[in-house]
């Protein structure tokens, strides 16, 4: 079974950056896709994928609110897959998970193994 866990979250000023990385263990086989999500503390909201990467042919894919500010990469021989957060908001302010997946989805509910999430917090 993977397990996925995620760091370096923390708090960054508004126009600043973070670095995620998110890192397989447990098995050689992590998934077909890897996808960060977020979640702010509301239980009126779901949680937001962010962006996915194809773990073999390394496709990326970005949500509107992150395209141009969020980078995905991987490095397949460390079972990492990171997330490059530059002009930070004060709305990309949640909790941040990483997933994997069988099949191209952003649908929560469609991923097969989660991490436990790293904060990130973001002050104007």
């Known amino acids: 079974q993977v397990q996925l866990v995620e760091s370096g979250g923390g708090s960054a000023q508004a126009g600043g950056s973070l670095r995620l990385s998110c890192v397989a263990s447990?098995?050689?086989?992590?998934?077909?896709?890897i996808t960060w999500f977020r979640q702010v503390p509301d239980p009126e909201k779901e949680r937001e994928w962010v962006?996915?990467?194809?773990?073999?042919?390394?496709?990326?894919y970005y949500a509107n609110s992150v395209k141009g500010r969020f980078t995905i990469s991987q490095d397949n021989a460390k079972k990492s897959v990171y997330l490059q957060m530059n002009s930070l908001k004060p709305s990309d302010t949640a909790m941040y998970y990483c997933a994997a997946a069988r099949v191209a989805t952003i649908y929560p509910d469609r991923q097969n193994v989660w991490g436990q999430g790293t904060q990130v917090t973001v002050s104007s």
């Open positions: 447990g098995s050689s086989y992590v998934g077909n896709f």
């Open positions: 962006a996915r990467i194809g773990v073999y042919g390394g496709d990326t």
